[in-house]
C-alpha cells in the first residue's frame, strides 16, 4: 500500500522532532544560566576562554553541551573573517518570540561567537583562530560583553582587558599582505549592543528563518528547529513560519537586488541607523518598507560636500553617500568601528541596486592626473572624461561651473594650487567635483 504525499510528509516532520528532541535534550535539562560568567559585568570575568563554561575542550574546539549552533542569513561583514556561533539558553527559560523587530532573552542566556580568518589566500580552508566573544544577558536586563584572544597553538585563549589592533600577515598569489584585526573592548561591544538595537543585534526571526546543517547532518529550518525545542515562548504553527520575513543571502539570484540590498543594510547598519539611534535620516531595518525608509533619495545629514548628496542617489553611486561611506577605509567609513577592509561583494551588490533604480544617466569624476602630492618640479596636469563630455576646472579651490575655465590642454603647476575639475554633457547629470592638492618643496 502507498501511503499519500501528505502522510510521508507528516511522518518526516514527526520524525526530525524526535530528532530534534533527543538530540538537544542535554541542553534542555542542563543548560545553566551564564555558564561560568558572572550575572553582571562588574562580577569576577574568568581570564581564560576555558574557565568559562562555553568550551569542554578548547584546544580541540569542542563547545559546551549546552549550546546550540546557529548561522544568520546575512552576517555582519567582519572584515572577511569567517564565524562560528552558538548559544545558550537558561534550562526552563523562554525567549520572547517576535515575528519581526527583536527578540528578548531570559536572563543568563550566552552568545558565543569564534572569529576565524584565512591566512593564506591561497590555502582558503586553512583558519587562523583570532577571537571568542561572549554576550551576557546579564540580571539586571542589559547586556555585556567580553573579548578572548587566542594563543597562536590553540591551547586557550586570554581575557582582553582593553581594545587592540593586530597586524596580521597574509599570503597572497603576488606576497605579503598586512591586514589589521581589532579586538575590541567590553566598552567597545556597548557602543553597537544598545538598548535600542534591542541588546541581542542577529539574533532574530529575518536572520534564522533559513535552514541549517547540525553537526549530525540533519538540515532544518532553525525557527522551526528552536520551536520544537520548546524555547520561544509560544508556539509558531507551520502557516505562520511560511509568513515569516527572511533576509536574502547576497549570493541569493532568486531574490531581488532590492530584497538583497536591504537585507545587506539591515544586517550592517540597522543595529544604529532606525528611530531613536543615531543621528541620521534614514532606517535601514529590513521590516521598515522601503517608502517608509528614506533610503532612495532621502536628504543627508552631512553632505561631504557633494551637491545633490542623498542617502541613496537613483542611478547615482558618486551621490550616493551611504555607498560612499561604506566604500572606503577612510576615516568617516561606516560602520566606523572594528572595520579595516572593504566588503568588495557588498559593495558590489549596493552598486548593483543603486544604478538599477531609475534615473538619468551620470557622468563619473574627471580622472586627474598625476595624483596630488609634493613636487620638486613643475607639473603638466591631465584631466580625462568620458568621450563628448566637457571638463571645466579652477586652480582656486572653489567649485567649479560653466562659467570657470575649459579644459583644453595639459594645465602646468609651478607653485601650490588646489585643482578641482567636474565634467558636463547633454542628457547626462553633471559629475561630482574631483580635486587634487599639489604642492611644491624641496
Request: overall charge positive; glycine content about 6%; aromatic content about 10%.
Amino acid at each position: 500500500m502507498t501511503l499519500p504525499r501528505f502522510s510521508i510528509l507528516r511522518a518526516t516532520r514527526v520524525t526530525l522532532i524526535i530528532f530534534f528532541a533527543l538530540q538537544f535534550f542535554s541542553f534542555i535539562a542542563t543548560a545553566s544560566a551564564y555558564l561560568k560568567m558572572p550575572e553582571r559585568a562588574d562580577g569576577p570575568i574568568p581570564k581564560l576562554l576555558s574557565q568559562t563554561g562555553a568550551f569542554q575542550a578548547v584546544r580541540s574546539f569542542a563547545p559546551d553541551a549546552a549550546l546550540i549552533p546557529y548561522a544568520l542569513n546575512v552576517p555582519f561583514w567582519s572584515d572577511g573573517a569567517e564565524k562560528v556561533r552558538w548559544v545558550s539558553v537558561p534550562a526552563h527559560q523562554k525567549i520572547k518570540f517576535a515575528a519581526t523587530g527583536e527578540w528578548v532573552f531570559p536572563c543568563g542566556t550566552v552568545f558565543v561567537k569564534t572569529f576565524f580568518i584565512a591566512t593564506n589566500e591561497l590555502q582558503p580552508q586553512a583558519l587562523r583562530r583570532l577571537e571568542t566573544r561572549l554576550l551576557v544577558c546579564d540580571a539586571s536586563g542589559g547586556v555585556y560583553g567580553v573579548t578572548y584572544k587566542w594563543r597562536v597553538d590553540n591551547s586557550d585563549a586570554d581575557l582582553l582587558e582593553t581594545n587592540f589592533t593586530e597586524t596580521i600577515p597574509i599570503q597572497t598569489a603576488n606576497g605579503v599582505r598586512p591586514q589589521a584585526w581589532y579586538y575590541p573592548s567590553r566598552a567597545d561591544c556597548l557602543t553597537c549592543h544598545t538598548a535600542n538595537a534591542g541588546y541581542v543585534l542577529g539574533v532574530k526571526t529575518r536572520q534564522l528563518n533559513g535552514d541549517f546543517t547540525y553537526p549530525s547532518g540533519v538540515t532544518e529550518n532553525q525557527l522551526r528547529a528552536w520551536n520544537q525545542l520548546g524555547l520561544f515562548d509560544k508556539k509558531i504553527s507551520e502557516v505562520d513560519l511560511s509568513h515569516f520575513p527572511a533576509l536574502a543571502k547576497t549570493t541569493d539570484a532568486t531574490r531581488s537586488l532590492e530584497d538583497r540590498a536591504r537585507s545587506y543594510l539591515d544586517a550592517n547598519c540597522a543595529n544604529c541607523h532606525r528611530p531613536h539611534g543615531t543621528v541620521a535620516y534614514f532606517d535601514a531595518r529590513y521590516d521598515t518598507p522601503l517608502a517608509q525608509q528614506n533610503l532612495t533619495g532621502g536628504r543627508v545629514l552631512i553632505d561631504e560636500r557633494i551637491d545633490g548628496a542623498r542617502v541613496i542617489a537613483p542611478n547615482d553611486c558618486w551621490r550616493s553617500i551611504l555607498f560612499m561611506r561604506a566604500n572606503t577605509t577612510e576615516a568617516f567609513k561606516m560602520p566606523p568601528l572594528a572595520r579595516n577592509t572593504i566588503d568588495d561583494a557588498g559593495m558590489n551588490l549596493l552598486r548593483q541596486w543603486i544604478e538599477s533604480l531609475p534615473g538619468a544617466p551620470v557622468l563619473p569624476p574627471p580622472e586627474i592626473s598625476p595624483r596630488g602630492g609634493n613636487f620638486s618640479q613643475p607639473v603638466e596636469v591631465i584631466l580625462k572624461s568620458e568621450p563628448g563630455a566637457k571638463i571645466y576646472y579652477t586652480l582656486d579651490g572653489t567649485v567649479p561651473t560653466t562659467s570657470d575655465l575649459l579644459y583644453g590642454k595639459p594645465i602646468r603647476l609651478t607653485a601650490p594650487t588646489i585643482v578641482r575639475a567636474k565634467a558636463f554633457k547633454p542628457g547626462f547629470t553633471k559629475s561630482i567635483t574631483a580635486k587634487e592638492i599639489f604642492l611644491f618643496g624641496r
